[in-house]
């Protein structure tokens, strides 16, 4: 099923959506302020996508066997608190120490609290590209929307080592890949291509419009309006 198709099917959807909305209820993932980062919003560098591109992505992975899943800027981890609630090994890494520390604080709680199990979500602090990948910037602003933001949250958060160490885990052995846009596509798309097993697939989702060319092993799966995009390498 298609991600239109799957859009188009109301009863399906209209589930999906109210499962995440019960979640939304039992896991209180809202809002949060950590000194001066505002968390969780629909927007900026800390937002993420809307229950309905959830909902999407749920419906291309229901008969999808769990296994292992990254998301790169995870933000206050709510999208990783999500797949591990589902049976996933769940990873994010955000560059910002505020975003890390909501995060270490929501999985703990939700530890706690019964909602996953123990070590199915795990966080790391730093730059989710690795140091000998070449990032591409544009000149132009509207083509690297959040590029001041990252410039400053990497000054003032001065995040170091390989967190990908921490982890415990390499970009190969991931079975699916998120990214809510704050990066170039162009670099995001090379980055998949470059480190992902061949199989793995990358959920996009965009929030700003930027040039870019997509890799000759990767295939564009689907798309929905122009905001989510599923990538696959072969």
Same mark, same amino acid.
């Given at each position: 099923?298609?991600?239109?198709e799957a859009l188009s099917d109301d009863v399906r959807i209209r589930r999906l959506w109210k499962e995440l909305q019960e979640e939304d209820r039992i896991l209180d993932l809202g809002y949060r302020?950590?000194?001066?980062?505002?968390?969780?919003?629909?927007?900026?560098?800390?937002?993420?996508? %809307?229950?309905?591109?959830?909902?999407?992505?749920?419906?291309?992975?229901?008969?999808?066997?769990?296994?292992?899943?990254?998301?790169?800027?995870?933000?206050?981890?709510?999208?990783?608190?999500?797949?591990?609630?589902?049976?996933?090994?769940?990873?994010?890494?955000?560059?910002?120490?505020?975003?890390?520390?909501?995060?270490?604080?929501?999985?703990?709680?939700?530890?706690?609290?019964?909602?996953?199990?123990?070590?199915?979500?795990?966080?790391?602090?730093? %730059?989710?590209?690795?140091?000998?990948?070449?990032?591409?910037?544009?000149?132009?602003?509207?083509?690297?929307?959040?590029?001041?933001?990252?410039?400053?949250?990497?000054?003032?958060?001065?995040?170091?080592?390989?967190?990908?160490?921490?982890?415990g885990i390499a970009l190969a052995e991931i079975d699916v890949w998120y990214h809510y846009q704050v990066e170039r596509r162009e670099n995001i798309l090379r980055l998949f291509a470059e480190y992902?097993?061949?199989?793995?697939?990358?959920?996009?989702?965009?929030?700003?419009?930027?040039?870019?060319?997509?890799?000759? %092993?990767?295939?564009?799966?689907?798309?929905?309006?122009?905001?989510?995009?599923?990538?696959?390498?072969?």
């Amino acid at each position: 099923m298609t991600l239109n198709e799957a859009l188009s099917d109301d009863v399906r959807i209209r589930r999906l959506w109210k499962e995440l909305q019960e979640e939304d209820r039992i896991l209180d993932l809202g809002y949060r302020t950590k000194n001066n980062c505002v968390i969780g919003t629909k927007g900026g560098i800390h937002g993420h996508n %809307n229950v309905v591109f959830q909902a999407a992505i749920w419906s291309q992975l229901e008969s999808y066997p769990s296994g292992t899943f990254l998301d790169l800027g995870s933000g206050g981890g709510e999208i990783v608190i999500r797949f591990a609630r589902k049976g996933w090994q769940s990873y994010g890494i955000d560059f910002c120490f505020n975003c890390y520390q909501v995060a270490q604080e929501e999985i703990a709680r939700c530890e706690e609290e019964g909602h996953i199990p123990q070590g199915k979500a795990k966080i790391a602090w730093g %730059n989710f590209f690795p140091p000998e990948f070449p990032v591409f910037q544009s000149q132009d602003r509207t083509e690297d929307s959040f590029r001041k933001d990252i410039a400053n949250h990497l000054r003032d958060n001065h995040p170091s080592g390989n967190p990908y160490s921490r982890l415990g885990i390499a970009l190969a052995e991931i079975d699916v890949w998120y990214h809510y846009q704050v990066e170039r596509r162009e670099n995001i798309l090379r980055l998949f291509a470059e480190y992902a097993k061949s199989g793995a697939e990358l959920f996009f989702i965009s929030s700003f419009r930027d040039t870019f060319t997509v890799p000759a %092993n990767l295939t564009l799966e689907d798309s929905f309006e122009g905001v989510l995009f599923r990538y696959k390498k072969s």
